[in-house]
C-alpha cells in the first residue's frame, strides 16, 4: 500500500494507549456519573462503557487518541498531572459530543460497528445527550484548578468554533456540485478538513499546557502541530473511505464513494489533467448515486488519475509539518518520544 | 381571570426592556457576526433577525426578558457596564440556544409565529446552530475582562446541567401514563420547571454579578429569585397553554391539552379529589389524543377540579418568594425597582 507517511514505528504505541486510558478513565467515569440518568446513559453508550439498555459492555469504545494527545501534550511541558486529566477528560467528553451531534447531522446510522446513538435513543434525545456532554466538557475545565480556567475554556471554545466552521463547510459540500464553477475545490476541502478534525487535535495537545499556564510558544507549537495531525488523519480517513478493509472501518468498501461523499482523493482526482480524470467527471457528473460496479469503477479512476497518492502525499506533508512544529520548541524527550511513536501508529493504520 | 399573581405594577415595563435591548443589542450583533456564515444567518434567524432566506426583518425576536434580568442583576451590585453586557450576551445566546434545540427535541415547527429554526433550516444544520451559539456564549464570558471568567463559566455550566436535567424528566414524562402509579407527581413536574426555566433564569440575574466578583449572599440571592421566578413564569406559561388567547400566543386553543402535554393544570387537578377529577381521569386515562370538543371538556374539567387555581396560587408563591429572596439581600434600590417592575409585568401578561 502507497499511502504509508514516512514517520518510523519506534515503539509500540497501545502501550501509551493503555496509560493514557488508565490515567483519565476514573475522571471520565466519574464526570459522567454526574449526569442525569438518562443522558449518562446515552453517554456511556456513546463512550461505548455500555448497550443502549446500559449492559455494560467491553465494546470498542474508540481508541482513546485525543485523551493520549492531550495527556502526552500536558507531559510535555511538564504540566501537573490533574491539569492533564482535566485536559484529557474535557477533549474526550467534546470529542463523544461531536460525534453524537454529527451522525444526527449526517444521518450516519453506524458508528464503531454499532447503531449510532441517535439511531439508539432517537434524534431528539441524542441531541440532548450531546448538549450534556459539551456543557460538561466546559464545566470539567472551568472547575480545574489553578489560575488558568478561563484561558482553557477560551482555547476549547476556539476551537469548537473551528469545528462548527469544518462542520458547516462538510454539510454545504453536499450540495455543490463534482464539476464545473460551483464544484468544491481542493483548497476548500482542506480548510474543511483542518476545521473539522485538527481544530479537536490542536486542542487536545495544547489544552493541558494552557491549563498550566505554559508559554505561548509550546501552547502554540503543539496546537500547530495537532492541527497538522488532524489534517493527516482526515486524508487516511478518506484513503480508509474508498479503499479501506471493511472488516477494520466497518464501513461498506467504497462506502465514500457510494454515499457520494466529496473526499480528497475524488477532489484530487477531478482537478487533475488526463483522460482517466475527465472519465471520472463524466462518471460523477450526472449527479446520479453511483452503485457498487460504477462505484468500483471510479475507485479504478481516482486511483489512475492520482487522487489517491495525492492524498497519500497530502498526508505524509502534513504528518512531516507536524513533526518540524514538535521539533521547533523545547519539550520533556520522554513525552516527546511516546508523541511521535503514537503518530506513527496512527498514520500507519491498515489500509 | 384568576391567575393574576399578587404583584403590583408601578411602572411601564418595556421601557427597561427596551434600554437593556439597547445596551446588549451591538454586543450581541457583533458575536453573531462572528459565526461561519451559514450558521450565523440561522442563528440571526433564530434571534428574530432575518427571515430564512437573510431578507432582514423586525419579527418578533422574543421580549429580551433574560438579557434585561442579566443587566438588572448586574446593576444591583453595581457591576460594570461590561460585565452586564457580557453576561446579558452569554444568556441570551444560551436562551437561543436551548430553544433551537429544544424544539428538535419537542419537535415543535412554530416559534414567535413562523417557522422554528430546524423546520426553516432542517434538523441537522439546526442542531449545528445551536452548538454554534452554545459555544459563541461560553466563548463570550471566558472572554470577559476580570478575574471571574472561570467562575462564572462554571456558574453557566451548572446552569446548563440544570436545563438538561429538566429537559430529559419532561421527555421522559411524555410516556409516562396520565394515571396509576406511574403517573408523573405534582412535585416531580415542578422540579423538572425548575430545572428547564428556573435554571436559565437563575443565572440570568446572577451571572453579571458573579463575573464582577459579587459576594455569595448577593450571588445567591439572585440565584434563588431568579430560581423562583422561572417556576412562576412556567405556571404562567402552562396556564396559557390551556386558556390562553391564541392571538396572543401564536399557539392553537388548549394546545397543551390537544398534545398531551403534562402541564401543571391538569396533573394538580387529576391529584385533586372529587368528581371533576375521576371524570378528568376516565377522559385522560385511555392515552388516546384529545379530539377539539374533547380538550374543551377536559379543560373545564381541570378548572373545575381545581387545576387551573392550583397553577395561579404555584405563580403567586413563587412570585412572592422570589421577591423575599430580593428582600434579602443589600441591592441597588434603582435597579431593584425595575427588577420588581419587570416581574411585575411578566407575571400580567394577558390570559
Same mark, same amino acid.
Given at each position: 500500500?502507497?499511502?504509508?507517511?514516512?514517520?518510523?514505528?519506534?515503539?509500540?504505541?497501545?502501550?501509551?494507549?493503555?496509560?493514557?486510558?488508565?490515567?483519565?478513565?476514573?475522571?471520565?467515569?466519574?464526570?459522567?456519573?454526574?449526569?442525569?440518568?438518562?443522558?449518562?446513559?446515552?453517554?456511556?453508550?456513546?463512550?461505548?462503557?455500555?448497550?443502549?439498555?446500559?449492559?455494560?459492555?467491553?465494546?470498542?469504545?474508540?481508541?482513546?487518541?485525543?485523551?493520549?494527545?492531550?495527556?502526552?501534550?500536558?507531559?510535555?511541558?511538564?504540566?501537573?498531572?490533574?491539569?492533564?486529566?482535566?485536559?484529557?477528560?474535557?477533549?474526550?467528553?467534546?470529542?463523544?459530543?461531536?460525534?453524537?451531534?454529527?451522525?444526527?447531522?449526517?444521518?450516519?446510522?453506524?458508528?464503531?460497528?454499532?447503531?449510532?446513538?441517535?439511531?439508539?435513543?432517537?434524534?431528539?434525545?441524542?441531541?440532548?445527550?450531546?448538549?450534556?456532554?459539551?456543557?460538561?466538557?466546559?464545566?470539567?475545565?472551568?472547575?480545574?484548578?489553578?489560575?488558568?480556567?478561563?484561558?482553557?475554556?477560551?482555547?476549547?471554545?476556539?476551537?469548537?468554533?473551528?469545528?462548527?466552521?469544518?462542520?458547516?463547510?462538510?454539510?454545504?459540500?453536499?450540495?455543490?456540485?463534482?464539476?464545473?464553477?460551483?464544484?468544491?475545490?481542493?483548497?476548500?476541502?482542506?480548510?474543511?478538513?483542518?476545521?473539522?478534525?485538527?481544530?479537536? @487535535? $490542536?486542542?487536545? =495537545?495544547?489544552? !493541558?499546557?494552557? +491549563?498550566?499556564? /505554559?508559554?505561548?510558544? *509550546?501552547?502554540? #507549537? &503543539?496546537? %500547530?502541530?495537532?492541527?497538522?495531525?488532524?489534517?493527516?488523519?482526515?486524508?487516511?480517513?478518506?484513503?480508509?473511505?474508498?479503499?479501506?478493509?471493511?472488516?477494520?472501518?466497518?464501513?461498506?468498501?467504497?462506502?465514500?464513494?457510494?454515499?457520494?461523499?466529496?473526499?480528497?482523493?475524488?477532489?484530487?482526482?477531478?482537478?487533475?489533467?488526463?483522460?482517466?480524470?475527465?472519465? @471520472? $467527471?463524466?462518471? =460523477?457528473?450526472? !449527479?446520479?448515486? +453511483?452503485?457498487? /460496479?460504477?462505484?468500483? *469503477?471510479?475507485? #479504478? &479512476?481516482? %486511483?489512475?488519475?492520482?487522487?489517491?497518492?495525492?492524498?497519500?502525499?497530502?498526508?505524509?506533508?502534513?504528518?512531516?509539518?507536524?513533526?518540524?512544529?514538535?521539533?521547533?520548541?523545547?519539550?520533556?524527550?520522554?513525552?516527546?518520544?511516546?508523541?511521535?511513536?503514537?503518530?506513527?501508529?496512527?498514520?500507519?493504520?491498515?489500509?
Amino acid at each position: 500500500m502507497s499511502a504509508r507517511p514516512g514517520l518510523r514505528v519506534t515503539s509500540p504505541p497501545p502501550l501509551v494507549l493503555e496509560r493514557c486510558r488508565e490515567l483519565t478513565e476514573p475522571a471520565l467515569r466519574a464526570a459522567v456519573r454526574t449526569l442525569h440518568p438518562w443522558p449518562r446513559r446515552m453517554a456511556s453508550f456513546s463512550l461505548g462503557w455500555c448497550a443502549a439498555d446500559g449492559t455494560p459492555t467491553a465494546a470498542d469504545g474508540g481508541k482513546g487518541i485525543r485523551r493520549a494527545l492531550a495527556v502526552l501534550g500536558a507531559e510535555a511541558v511538564g504540566a501537573p498531572e490533574e491539569a492533564a486529566v482535566a485536559a484529557a477528560v474535557s477533549v474526550e467528553l467534546v470529542h463523544t459530543f461531536s460525534l453524537v451531534h454529527d451522525d444526527v447531522m449526517d444521518g450516519d446510522e453506524r458508528r464503531r460497528h454499532r447503531d449510532s446513538t441517535w439511531k439508539a435513543f432517537g434524534t431528539g434525545p441524542a441531541v440532548l445527550a450531546g448538549d450534556a456532554l459539551f456543557a460538561l466538557a466546559v464545566e470539567t475545565l472551568a472547575g480545574a484548578d489553578g489560575a488558568h480556567g478561563a484561558a482553557a475554556v477560551r482555547h476549547l471554545t476556539a476551537a469548537l468554533r473551528e469545528l462548527v466552521r469544518g462542520q458547516a463547510d462538510d454539510l454545504l459540500f453536499e450540495s455543490r456540485p463534482w464539476t464545473g464553477p460551483e464544484a468544491v475545490r481542493v483548497a476548500e476541502y482542506e480548510s474543511m478538513a483542518a476545521g473539522k478534525t485538527g481544530s479537536l @487535535l $490542536a486542542c487536545a =495537545l495544547a489544552l !493541558g499546557p494552557v +491549563l498550566a499556564g /505554559a508559554s505561548p510558544l *509550546r501552547v502554540d #507549537a &503543539l496546537a %500547530e502541530a495537532g492541527r497538522h495531525l488532524g489534517t493527516a488523519f482526515q486524508a487516511v480517513d478518506d484513503l480508509l473511505g474508498v479503499w479501506g478493509d471493511p472488516a477494520a472501518t466497518g464501513k461498506p468498501v467504497h462506502g465514500d464513494l457510494l454515499r457520494g461523499k466529496k473526499t480528497l482523493p475524488v477532489l484530487a482526482a477531478l482537478a487533475a489533467p488526463g483522460p482517466a480524470a475527465r472519465s @471520472l $467527471a463524466a462518471l =460523477l457528473g450526472s !449527479g446520479a448515486p +453511483l452503485d457498487a /460496479a460504477a462505484a468500483r *469503477r471510479a475507485a #479504478a &479512476l481516482v %486511483e489512475e488519475a492520482g487522487g489517491r497518492e495525492a492524498t497519500a502525499a497530502e498526508a505524509r506533508r502534513h504528518a512531516e509539518a507536524a513533526q518540524r512544529c514538535l521539533a521547533g520548541a523545547p519539550f520533556a524527550p520522554g513525552a516527546m518520544g511516546e508523541l511521535v511513536a503514537l503518530v506513527d501508529f496512527l498514520l500507519e493504520r491498515t489500509l
